[in-house]
């Protein structure tokens, strides 16, 4: 089964993608973990996206399909679940035409809806562990008292360089101007299917699985 999250900057895309890893062996697929993967190697490709990154604003179509290209030809496990990819009409089909190539189709988009407020609340609070992923939040989710992340036990907290207002304001922008069309492009290829992403992470991926059947 390959899959969809789609939704905007702090939607939950990211934690609800890790669940679908752990359960259904698929392999999660995110073009802003790849490109900061990237930016922390320093080579030239990362050196280029990392300002871009920080300002908030899409890299190109060319690198992130390039990214996506590479990985959809590895192994294919349980399927695969798109987490930030496609952020534009150019790279759904883009999408689309790679799949075909592997012989492979898209099972499902699932539009993560949360509202505004609740997003702005929740990346401006937001921090990982950058060993594991997990995601927290400072006033719901506070990193644990005795400094070891409740996963895999790292010290290691990080707040990512864009997860601060001017870059959040820049990055719900790109959302809304080159992103959101895609819930009607979708929708229009009988593929949508819509939840409720705001609330408890259990009942959110209650509604993705429903989703799913
Ligand atoms: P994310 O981790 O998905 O919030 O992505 C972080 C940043 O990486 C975004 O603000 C963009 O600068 C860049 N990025 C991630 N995925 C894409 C994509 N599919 N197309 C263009 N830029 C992307």
């Known amino acids: 089964m390959n899959i969809i999250l789609l939704g905007p900057p702090g939607a939950g895309k990211g934690t609800q993608a890790r669940t679908l890893v752990d359960e259904r062996n698929m392999i999660q697929l995110s073009t802003g973990d790849m490109l900061r993967e990237a930016k922390d190697s320093g080579t030239e490709m990362g050196k280029v996206v990392a300002e871009v990154m920080a300002r908030g604003e899409l890299v ?6 390039g990214l ?5 030809e590895g192994d294919k496990q349980g399927g695969f679940i798109f987490d930030g990819f496609p952020r534009t009409l150019a ?9 075909e190539e592997q012989g492979e189709s898209l099972d499902a988009v699932v539009e993560m809806r949360v509202d505004d407020d609740a997003l702005v609340q929740r990346i401006t609070a937001r921090s990982t562990c ?10 719901t989710k506070p990193w644990p008292t005795d400094g070891k992340c409740s996963k895999c036990d ?17 990055r719900l922008m790109e959302y809304y101007k080159k992103t ?13 299917r819509s939840v ?18």
């Open 154 to 170: 790292s010290t290691d907290v990080t707040r990512r360089a864009d997860d601060n207002e001017d870059s959040l304001k820049q």
């Open 60 to 65: 190109t179509d060319e690198i992130v399909i």
């Open 130 to 139: 950058g060993n594991c992923g997990e995601v927290y939040n400072d006033q």
């Open 196 to 213: 409720n992403g705001l609330g408890e992470i259990d009942d959110v991926k209650a509604s993705i699985t429903d989703a799913l059947k």
């Open 180 to 192: 959101s069309p895609l819930i009607g492009y979708y929708y229009a290829k009988g593929q949508l």
């Open 91 to 99: 790279q759904a089909d883009a999408l689309a035409e790679l799949l």
């Open 68 to 72: 996506i290209r590479e990985k959809l």
